[in-house]
């Protein structure tokens, strides 16, 4: 994250978390759980998933909701600033390319929007150094991007797909386009069948990443 997100995420995090909107954040819990598949403790990716969901918490339009309603006046300014910033944050599933020597770009596949990353951004400085030489990250980043006043910056639970699931990727794609499916609901089956596949060791990414799997939810 950019220097300005960075200082207020966490704490954005603790009072999502409190227990005056437990309820509402088991509802956004529950719903991530039953659209991309469950995770515990036990599990070597749950730390990336619960990045994920926090990214998820903090977009989602009745926490943000609640949170401006009930403790405007407990939110020190830059943290209302970057509440404003992340109800309007964009999801995407982005290929992300080096411009020049240190700028990252990234274009959502779903929707055609392109960004510029700030360079001030921690996920810029990691994609450029691992987009070295290829000029582009061979995964697919599943993510949120969002304004900050340093400029674009990718929030921490972004998920990437990988290499090998680029080209089944692909002919999902296809058929979200012909069928004129939500986007939220691509990326979500999309990242339900990464999970598929971190559970599933002995299964190549063709096996998983398969057309048939998409369904409007």
Do not use: N
Not at 72 to 84: I, T, V
Not at 130 to 154: K, N, Q
Not at 181 to 210: F, G, I
Request: proline share 5%; with cysteine.
């Amino acid at each position: 994250m950019t220097p300005s997100l960075a200082k207020v995420y966490e704490a954005l995090v603790a009072r999502a978390a409190d227990f005056a909107l437990e309820g509402i954040v088991a509802s956004v819990r529950a719903r991530f759980v039953a659209r991309v598949g469950p995770f515990s403790p036990a599990d070597p990716w749950f730390e990336e998933r619960s990045a994920a969901l926090w990214d998820r918490v903090l977009c989602d339009v009745e926490v943000h909701t609640r949170l401006s309603l009930e403790r405007r006046g407990g939110f020190a300014s830059e943290e209302l600033a970057a509440l404003e910033a992340l109800l309007r944050a964009q999801r995407g599933l982005f290929q992300a390319s080096l411009a020049g020597e240190h700028d990252v770009d990234l274009e959502c596949l779903v929707t055609g929007a392109a960004f510029r990353l700030s360079r001030a951004d921690d996920a810029a400085q990691g994609l450029a150094r691992a987009a070295e030489g290829a000029g582009e990250l061979a995964g697919l980043i599943d993510g949120y991007v969002v304004a900050t006043p340093e400029g674009v910056s990718l929030l921490p639970g972004m998920l990437v797909h990988p290499p090998e699931a680029h080209a089944p990727i692909g002919a999902c794609l296809a058929a979200f386009s012909a069928r004129e499916l939500p986007a939220l609901d691509v990326l979500d089956a999309l990242l339900a069948m990464r999970h598929r596949l971190a559970a599933r060791s002995r299964m190549r990414a063709h096996q998983v990443y398969r057309v048939e799997a998409i369904r409007a939810g």
